[in-house]
């Protein structure tokens, strides 16, 4: 089975004496080529549903399915592992590094893995090209605009050819006009290369691009119509 | 590798004034080594040119040169005992000298020089490299160590021995002969005999006095020479450096500063490192939330410290033959190229040892600083 699918997950943090449920009892199923957004006030978990998708958190209780892998059963030393082969992370802008080139970005990933092989660089290549950056492989992240920085995250997260995409907060720091590109792009490449995608985002006016929408407050996960 | 060496050409600043650090202790290092060993030498180069295997003192003379007498016959008596192969005799006093001519002029300029008795032709004798050796029918004639030279001694030449009335005839030079500081003079054992001990009762009754023998041979048996022989005691060549006068503590206070060295910069590269790991803490946060092991980011700072560092102590290497040139022709300076190599290599090993312990700390970066930041 592929895509992404929570069941019932629970995730509780200690606070001093109390606990503190971030989730409860969430349940959420991505296919393959489906792009959903998930919005609400900060504080709401969002951020550690993504988180928990994304095997960064492991859930308190229920089952994280990742194609079929339960997440919840790992043991903390695979995780990382099963991040670089399996999950996809558009993260913020700034989270570029400050000393490699655009295309030196991607292959980063390719070598975590191991040495990096032609057919590999030839996909790096693809992927900038696709979203507009083919003659900006030299540049540095200093030297790009903030949506040509965004736009360089997410080819990071399509590099690996992972089938789970997390956008996190993709559109924040850019205007309007450049959110909107950056958001249709991420549409774009999801829909092409058949991918999960669940986007975190603030951002009311980027949900018209989304298959889905559901809403979190306080750490529950309601759908919107 | 590929981080390491992406970020370095990038922060060229950066890491070129931390490598110029290394640099510079590098360079303090194999300066203090070279010092170290020009002064070794010439507290004890006579000594460690000597092939010998065992070397006899008297007893409780703890090795050292000042305390010892020995009598002659026993080198005469114990070759091919106990597996002797050859026993030579020693013997040292300081002398004051100076050059004839000068002498005729009534010049204040006198030396200080090392006066070494040897038998000629045994194995204790240096090879000149220029001139003759040492022959029994010239009783007077000397070796004198190149180092004289420059003070105006040479082959032909005759010095005065002052406060006596010895004279004696430069036959050939020796290279790399100091003993006690002080360039060395070689001269027949009969000879350094009646100028060593021409006071009656200097030679404590002992039947043709020696300072020591040396011995050479498979090995000798120092326990039973012990036993058979009267009031001596045997030590290895190593004891007999260490017992001469001012290598112990010389040699231990350069040493001391060496071991300081290494762990200062066991500590500069430790705590730059930290503070890099520190400042980066977001850069490795979003490594690891995009699937980077710590091992790979590890791995990456530590083959930083190792190429930083292995850069640094070839320039620091560099730099030292560099003011080796500049340093004044008389001063106690010998670089050996097996010690810079064998310091540069432990400089390299401490150093990567302590962005070891620095890396550690990046197990401690958790991956989720990198979601959820922007408000």
């Known amino acids: 089975m592929t895509g992404l699918v ?21 349940s959420l199923s991505v296919e393959p080529g489906e792009f959903i957004a998930i919005i609400g006030p900060s504080g709401s978990g969002k951020s550690t549903l993504l988180s928990i998708a994304g095997a960064l958190l492991q859930p308190s209780k229920g089952e994280v399915l990742v194609n079929g892998t339960d997440i919840g059963k790992m043991k903390e030393k695979d995780l990382s592992s099963f991040r ?11 989270n570029l590094i400050p000393y490699l080139n655009v295309l030196d970005q991607l292959l980063l990933v390719c070598k975590m ?29 200093n030297e790009l605009s903030g949506g040509e920085r965004q736009r360089v995250a997410i080819a990071r997260a399509f590099v690996n050819n992972s089938n789970i995409i997390l956008a996190d907060e993709p559109t924040a720091s850019l205007d309007s006009n450049r959110a909107f590109e950056v958001v249709k792009q991420i549409r774009q490449a999801v829909k092409n290369r058949n991918k999960a995608a669940i986007m975190v985002t603030h951002d009311e006016r980027m949900l018209e691009f989304c298959d889905k929408v559901y809403r979190m407050e306080d750490g529950v996960l309601t759908q919107e119509d | 590798m590929f981080l390491a060496i992406k970020e370095m050409k990038h922060s060229k600043t950066r890491f070129g ?18 010092l170290g060993n020009g002064l070794s030498s010439l507290a004890a180069a006579t000594m460690k040119n000597m092939d010998g295997d065992l070397f006899i003192y008297e007893e409780g003379s703890e090795g050292t040169m000042m305390k010892t007498k ?21 013997g040292q006093s300081t002398i004051i000298v100076q050059n004839e001519t000068e002498a005729a002029a009534n010049a204040k300029e006198k030396d200080d020089v090392a006066f070494i008795g040897v038998e000629p032709g045994k194995f204790i004798e240096p090879t000149v490299v220029k001139g003759q050796q040492l022959n029994s029918d010239e009783p007077l004639g000397v070796l004198i160590d190149e180092s004289l030279q420059e003070k105006g001694y040479d082959i032909g030449d005759t010095i005065v021995v002052k406060s006596s009335n010895l004279k004696l005839k430069i036959l050939g030079l020796t290279e790399g002969e100091t003993f006690n500081h002080l360039p060395t003079v070689f001269v027949n054992i009969d000879t350094w005999q009646s100028y060593a001990f021409s006071a009656p009762g200097s030679d404590n009754g002992l039947e043709s006095p020696v300072t020591m023998i040396a011995l050479q041979g498979n090995s000798i048996e120092g326990n039973k020479i012990e036993k058979n022989y009267d009031s001596i005691e045997t030590f290895t060549k190593s004891e007999a450096v260490m017992g001469m006068p001012g290598y112990k503590e010389e040699s231990a206070t350069i040493y001391m500063m060496l071991a300081f060295l290494f762990v200062i910069s066991a500590v500069i590269i430790a705590v730059f490192f930290y503070v890099f790991i520190l400042q980066k803490t977001q850069q490795f946060g979003v490594m690891k939330a995009i699937g980077a092991s710590n091992r790979f980011i590890k791995n990456s700072i530590i083959s930083q410290v190792f190429v930083l560092s292995l850069g640094s102590i070839i320039a620091g290497i ?3 033959y560099l003011t080796a040139l500049a340093f004044p022709e008389g001063m106690p300076f010998n670089l050996d190229f097996k010690m810079v190599l064998l310091y540069g290599i432990i400089l390299l090993i401490v150093s990567v040892l302590g962005s070891v312990i620095s890396a550690r700390q990046v197990t401690k970066i958790d991956p989720l600083t990198a979601i959820g930041r922007v408000e």
């Not at chain 1, 929570?6 to 969430?26: P, Y």
């Not at chain 2, 002659?72 to 020693?90: L, M, N, R, S, T």
Request: aromatic share 6%; net charge positive.
């Open chain 1, 84 to 94: 670089l082969t399996d999950i996809g992370f558009i993260l913020q802008t700034s």
């Open chain 2, 17 to 34: 004034m931390i490598g110029a650090i290394i640099m510079l202790i590098a360079w303090l290092v194999f300066i203090l080594s070279g």
């Open chain 2, 70 to 90: 020995v009598s002659g016959a026993i080198a005469d008596d114990i070759e091919g005992k106990y597996g002797v192969k050859e026993a030579a005799k020693f």
């Open chain 1, 6 to 26: 929570l069941k019932n997950v629970t995730k509780s943090f200690k606070e001093g004496e109390s606990t503190v449920d971030a989730l409860k009892n969430v």
């Open chain 1, 113 to 141: 893995k191991g040495k990096v092989t032609s057919k590999e660089i030839d996909l790096a290549k693809m992927l900038l090209n696709d979203l507009g950056l083919g003659d900006k492989l030299k540049k540095f992240p």
């Open chain 2, 318 to 320: 560099a730099l030292t």
